[in-house]
């Protein structure tokens, strides 16, 4: 298993990344994948843009 690996548990409630840094960390998921997304990658890859939302929908809501 990859030390990036993201599961639901490691992020606690309310203590969000930066849509930014986990945009980062998706680029880097593709390019170790290299372009294909085994299952546990893909679980990986579907938890990293729900996070990405909620960082971008925060950000919306502060500049607001």
């Known amino acids: 298993m990859s030390p990036d690996f993201l599961?639901?548990?490691d992020v606690p409630p309310g203590a969000t990344r930066?849509?930014?840094e986990?945009?980062?960390q998706?680029?880097?998921l593709w390019l170790r994948a290299g372009?294909?997304?085994?299952p546990q990658e893909r679980t990986e890859y579907e938890l990293?843009?729900?996070e990405w939302a909620a960082a971008?929908?925060?950000g919306i809501?502060?500049?607001a």
């Open 7 to 9: 599961t639901p548990g």
């Open 48 to 50: 990293l843009v729900v």
């Open 35 to 38: 372009g294909t997304l085994s």
């Open 56 to 58: 971008i929908r925060d």
């Open 61 to 63: 809501i502060e500049a």
């Open 22 to 24: 986990v945009n980062e």
């Open 18 to 20: 930066s849509a930014a």
């Open 26 to 28: 998706i680029r880097a």
